[in-house]
């Protein structure tokens, strides 16, 4: 079956503009995380989804950053007014959830933003 | 809150030798712990987890982890390394602990094997 997707792969975006990011899950994945790569920074925690609800927003880098998710599948995640310190690669991952006994994450290809 | 170091940025070994990737964690509770592969110009791969039971833990391309509790580290191991094994790995950690179900990964390592 199909793997995580994510799109764009690539987006080049002026400072000060807004971004979206997509990502789709492999179906019937309940769980959905959202995580940064920068180099040298490793995997940077954004945001999770448990359905369509994100019990922990801590991980969003500023009130720049929002994410939401529909329907129990989609997600997209927004930056407004991107800054140049926004450029990395952004990876979505998605799994069956803890009640599955620990269930591996699935991670998509990325979307690598720079901000120019 | 938990959290995860990975000591070295990159490991050199040569092929054929035995390799270990080292990750410490810490959590409050009880771990979930993995390790995941990126190979150049690919996404993230699993390798292996634990979960409970026993502690060496066997995964994919013949590679295998050992939790250990006491010094709250889960090594990355392989008996002999192939050049193929050459990629950056990623340890992550849950607490079984916690109320949410946040994964928290490592700075990754760069593992070079020299043919």
């Known amino acids: 079956g199909a793997g995580v997707s994510q799109s764009p792969s690539n987006k080049v975006t002026e400072k000060g503009k807004d971004v979206e990011l997509r990502c789709d899950p492999i179906s019937g994945h309940t769980a959905l995380y959202w995580y940064r790569q920068s180099l040298g920074q490793g995997l940077e925690f954004l945001i999770y989804?448990?359905?369509?609800?994100?019990?922990?927003k801590s991980g969003l880098p500023s009130d720049r950053f929002s994410a939401e998710r529909t329907g129990g599948s989609v997600s997209t995640l927004t930056i407004q007014r991107t800054q140049q310190e926004d450029s990395a690669v952004y990876l979505c991952?998605?799994?069956?959830?803890?009640?599955?006994?620990?269930?591996?994450?699935?991670f998509g290809n990325g979307t690598r933003l720079t901000v120019t | 809150a938990q959290s995860v170091a990975q000591p070295e940025d990159q490991v050199n070994v040569a092929e054929g030798n035995p390799l270990t990737v080292k990750c410490t964690y810490s959590?409050?509770?009880?771990?979930?712990l993995f390790w995941y592969v990126q190979y150049p110009n690919r996404g993230l791969q699993f390798l292996l987890k634990y979960i409970t039971g026993d502690n060496l833990v066997k995964g994919s391309y013949g590679f295998e982890a050992e939790f250990n509790k006491s010094q709250t580290s889960f090594h990355l191991k392989k008996p002999s390394a192939l050049v193929s094994d050459s990629a950056l790995y990623f340890c992550a950690v849950r607490d079984r602990g916690a109320r949410d179900d946040k994964i928290i990964f490592g700075k990754g390592t760069r593992l070079h094997i020299l043919p």
């Open positions: 991952a998605s799994s069956l959830g803890w009640d599955r006994g620990g269930s591996p994450l699935h």
């Open positions: 989804f448990q359905g369509n609800s994100a019990p922990d």
């Open positions: 959590v409050s509770g009880n771990p979930y």
